[in-house]
């Protein structure tokens, strides 16, 4: 286990531990809202906020947030209360116990198990769950609908996920994702490139491809983003929502959206690896790489979000599951063999 | 809900209230849908939440210029062509010769407003479909559009503009070369919104062999505007029965061609309109060579209003149809009655048959492809 604070109270650690991943969370949230917004100003030919704090409207989201925690917390009357109040923090909780696995420098990670990849996919398949409580608790049509969407689709979309973290499992023999960057450090390919995943053989190259579309409807976002779609369902399974249980699903959204980008980052790109191999190396600059890597994924996921229309929902499940599946389980097999051979 | 899944091997529809606060019904429209599952079992559209009493209101007001406002109120995203509309059933009911000039500026003035129209409508309806740059870039332009009425006018959106006989007041002095400049960077607009959306795998996806309107359908509705020529009628009334001054332009009539799926869909209809833009432009260069540069545009308004008694109806081609005034003249100053015929209504009375059997998703399509305004509808 890498203790980077020495020897402390087992309590105080867990503590600790508790507070990296959420301060990071948090900081990461405020910032990715008022960049969202500044982004899709940008690709729109427009200036996004500007006004609040000054400078480019730096404090937008900070502003948002105290409004929403002065916000009325509303439950509808025939809602499920226990329900409805809970399933927010549930989701929120269920990306928040998945960053515990996520090696953020060579220094530090929250817990150092040998099933990381297993727990992390475990975990984050609570947040179906509390979407369909979310919807379901409601009490409305359109949430209720927004949910079902939205259990029918991650349930469907976990599976090429799945399928091409194991291609990438399959070459490192670990689930531990310590591990699995540790085996990517070093520029030995073709004597300059990185030995990330993503070089080492083409099947990888397709492997995240399938693995970022799989991610991109796993955190409903633009084109899968039907169990929120506000043109056809209002907004899915939030519409009676109000407050800060509201902004609990954002939050939980975005956190969402970061974990799958730092798995990408992970497996596919070196997590804290840097690209020059020695040369702006070491635990600092390594939590400075790979949340690099991990924003970018972001950028490009709300570049995507500013440009597609939205497909369908008996389109969203035809690629899935007469596209992606069969693909990356191919892709599986093929990865396999080349790593028998090579 | 909870007693629907204690039975849960009965079947079950679902009904459920598109509207009227919904985000894309285009306003205040509420359908009630039967669902079972998200396939649309059954449509009924419940109409009314913006009816404002046109009819009833041109009567009593007593006075056949004071009804121009309220035209502009229909259907208030193409108002200039409400307007023209309605002065030219009262100038074939006074029997007035309008100056050129006049003709020249209402066209450009109409046709300009024709754009205006349709880029909102593609834009909202890209936006129905969850593309929202495109609406954003389409709006860019209409602004561009409204900024010229508004020099002229004085307003952005309701502009009282055109008077009986001629126009509230002349055009702003820079206006030639106004119009010029929105033709000349417009144009290169058209091929970005077609690379952007118009192609757009996923797009064209959600809007080919959806709510298919076959031609007989079309036609046993009544359908006109785009909703008719997307399922391949060449129909228009600016070449098949000209008004104003149309018959001294030069321009094609865009139909759909069924080319992303079936002759009829959304896809077709959204492209009429992409294409309709490029003609309305064409006409607008035309009307720009054409329009004399001096001339009084008050000069042919009639100081009293003295109709004879009869009935009169005039039809235009507005952006979303055909637009007809029925006008009753007992020969006071006041319309005896008015009644318009609205392009937007009869579209929407052929909603539930063509979307049974669709997803909610598709609804979605339908709706923005018919590119409804609801106070037309319901006036």
């Known amino acids: 286990m890498i203790e980077p604070f020495g020897n402390i109270h087992p309590l105080l650690s867990i503590v600790v531990h508790a507070a990296i991943p959420l301060t990071i969370i948090l900081v990461y949230a405020l910032a990715a809202i008022w960049g969202e917004r500044k982004i899709a100003g940008f690709i729109q030919d427009r200036l996004g906020p500007m006004r609040v704090g000054g400078w480019h409207g730096w404090a937008q989201s900070i502003a948002d947030l105290l409004k929403l925690i002065q916000k009325e917390d509303i439950v509808p009357k025939d809602a499920s209360r226990f329900l409805f109040k809970f399933a927010p923090f549930m989701m929120f909780a269920a990306s928040y116990a998945a960053f515990a696995v996520i090696p953020f420098s060579s220094a530090y990670i929250g817990s150092m198990i040998n099933i990381g990849v297993f727990y992390l996919l475990a975990v984050t398949s609570i947040l179906t769950l509390s979407i369909i409580m979310a919807g379901w608790a409601s009490n409305n049509k359109w949430s209720l609908l927004g949910g079902m969407r939205s259990a029918a689709q991650m349930v469907s979309y976990e599976v090429p996920t799945i399928a091409t973290v194991l291609t990438v499992i399959v070459v490192t023999g670990s689930l531990n994702l310590m591990t699995v960057t540790e085996m990517q450090s070093g520029n030995d390919i073709l004597g300059f490139l990185p030995n990330w995943f993503i070089f080492q053989n083409p099947f990888l190259i397709v492997a995240f491809i399938i693995f970022f579309i799989s991610i991109l409807a796993e955190s409903h976002r633009v084109p899968f983003d039907l169990p929120e779609s506000e043109s056809e369902l209002v907004a899915g399974y939030q519409t009676e929502y109000s407050g800060m249980r509201w902004a609990m699903f954002m939050l939980a959204e975005y956190a969402d959206m970061l974990l799958l980008s730092l798995l990408g980052a992970t497996l596919f790109f070196g997590g804290w690896n840097s690209p020059f191999g020695d040369f702006m190396g070491g635990p600092v600059w390594g939590f400075f790489w790979f949340m690099l890597k991990g924003l970018l994924l972001v950028f490009v996921m709300m570049w995507i979000r500013w440009t597609l229309p939205r497909y369908r929902v008996d389109q969203l499940m035809h690629i899935c599951w007469s596209i992606l599946i069969p693909v990356s389980f191919i892709n599986l097999v093929l990865v396999a063999l080349w790593e028998m051979i090579f | ?379």
């Open chain 2, 1 to 379: 809900m909870i007693e629907a899944i204690s039975n849960s091997t009965e079947r079950r529809e679902m009904v459920i209230n598109m509207g009227p606060q919904h985000p894309s019904t285009h306003g205040v429209l509420r359908l009630e849908l039967v669902l079972d599952g998200e396939v649309i079992e059954q449509v009924k559209p419940h109409i009314g939440y913006l009816h404002r009493c046109f009819e009833k209101y041109a009567e009593e007001m007593g006075d056949y210029a004071k009804v121009i406002p309220y035209t502009d109120r229909m259907d208030y995203v193409s108002a200039m062509n409400q307007e023209h509309g309605y002065v030219l059933a009262m100038e074939r009911m006074l029997e007035i010769e309008v100056p050129d000039r006049v003709e020249y500026i209402r066209v450009i003035m109409a046709e300009l407003q024709r754009i205006a129209s349709h880029l909102l409508g593609i834009g909202a309806f890209g936006l129905d479909l969850g593309a929202f740059t495109p609406f954003l870039y389409l709006f860019t332009e209409r602004e561009k559009a409204l900024d010229i009425f508004e020099r002229s006018s004085g307003a952005r959106l309701l502009y009282n503009y055109m008077a009986v006989g001629g126009l509230m007041r002349d055009v702003h002095p820079e206006f030639k070369t106004d119009v010029a400049d929105f033709v000349k960077t417009f144009r290169p607009k058209i091929k970005e919104l077609n690379d952007l959306l118009s192609y757009n795998k996923i797009f064209v996806k959600r809007t080919a062999d959806i709510g298919v309107i076959p031609e007989k359908v079309a036609l046993n509705f009544a359908a006109s505007g785009p909703v008719l020529r997307g399922s391949g009628v060449k129909w228009d009334l600016r070449k098949n029965d000209p008004y104003s001054i149309y018959d001294r332009f030069d321009f094609d009539i865009p139909v759909g061609t069924g080319e992303m799926g079936t002759l009829g869909d959304c896809w077709d209809r959204y492209m009429v309109r992409v294409k309709e833009m490029e003609q309305s432009l064409g006409i607008i260069e035309q009307a720009l060579d054409g329009m004399p540069d001096e001339g009084d545009v008050t000069e042919a308004i009639p100081k009293r209003i003295r109709p004879k008694e009869g009935e009169f109806y005039v039809r235009t081609e507005s952006p979303r149809g055909e637009l007809g005034y029925y006008i009753v003249s007992d020969k006071s100053a006041g319309p005896f009655r008015v009644k318009a015929r609205a392009p937007s209504f009869v579209h929407l009375s052929m909603l539930p048959a063509i979307s049974k059997g669709s997803l909610i998703a598709d609804m979605v399509a339908i709706i923005g492809s018919i590119d409804i305004v609801l106070g037309e509808v319901d006036r």
